[in-house]
């Protein structure tokens, strides 16, 4: 079936710091992908997205490339801020009989440091 | 347009009770999922409702069920509380033809 594997943190890195996250997927077909971040007492805000092979998802300094060719996903910044503190999930929604089923990774803890 | 909003915000029950959370999408979107958070479980799927119906459901007991209105809100209820129904629950809507869903901010439910 379908499922995210995502990098466990915690991630604890000092402002200005480049940030990587690994995530890959297994699924059939070709999936939707994204990236989500919540903060401590709050829900999950979408962060980016990307719908297709080689498409690049892109929102505050965040990026993900969706390579279908290694089944992943990753998300990178290249210089985090104290307010990136947050911890950061990858999902993927699939096709067909579960289109309306997001699978999630366990969650990456980032910390920064100033 | 206001986001996806759920009530009530926190919840303390004893178990062997039964509980209902409320979920009202964004206005346009006719798909409400459900999720449950745990830090042990991490996020689980417990179902999904398009135009009423249940579309779509997770591994998780009959104690848990929903239900959707003809104007979109969405209620799920949980009977006869086990203290490992603890958790945050969240709410997610989508728009028709639209794959990314929008979260509410949860309703934290205690069961002691």
């Known amino acids: 079936g379908d499922s995210v594997t995502q990098m466990e943190g915690p991630v604890t890195l000092s402002e200005e710091a480049f940030l990587t996250i690994n995530c890959t997927y297994t699924a059939t077909g070709y999936p939707s992908l994204f990236w989500y971040v919540q903060y401590p007492g709050e829900g999950l805000q979408l962060l980016l997205k990307?719908?297709?092979?080689?498409d690049k998802g892109s929102n505050k300094g965040f990026e993900a490339t969706y390579r279908k060719e290694t089944t992943s996903f990753h998300l990178e910044k290249g210089s985090v801020q104290v307010s990136d503190s947050a911890v950061y999930f990858c999902a993927l929604r699939g096709r067909g009989s579960t289109l309306g089923r997001l699978y999630f990774g366990r969650g990456t803890q980032l910390t920064v440091w100033p | 347009k206001a986001g996806v909003t759920q009530t009530p915000r926190y919840l303390i029950k004893t178990r062997g009770q039964q509980v209902t959370l409320s979920c009202s999408p964004i206005s346009g979107h006719r798909s409400v999922s459900w999720y449950q958070q745990t830090p042990g479980q991490g996020l689980q799927f417990l179902f999904e409702y398009f135009s009423e119906t249940q579309r779509n459901k997770g591994n998780f007991p009959g104690r848990f069920s929903g239900r959707q209105f003809s104007n979109s809100r969405s209620e799920m209820n949980v009977s006869t509380l086990e203290l490992g129904d603890s958790a945050l629950y969240l709410c997610?809507?989508?728009?028709?033809?639209?794959?990314?869903?929008?979260f509410g901010p949860g309703t934290r439910l205690t069961v002691l």
């Open positions: 990307a719908t297709k092979a080689d």
């Open positions: 997610a809507s989508s728009a028709p033809l639209e794959n990314e869903q929008f």
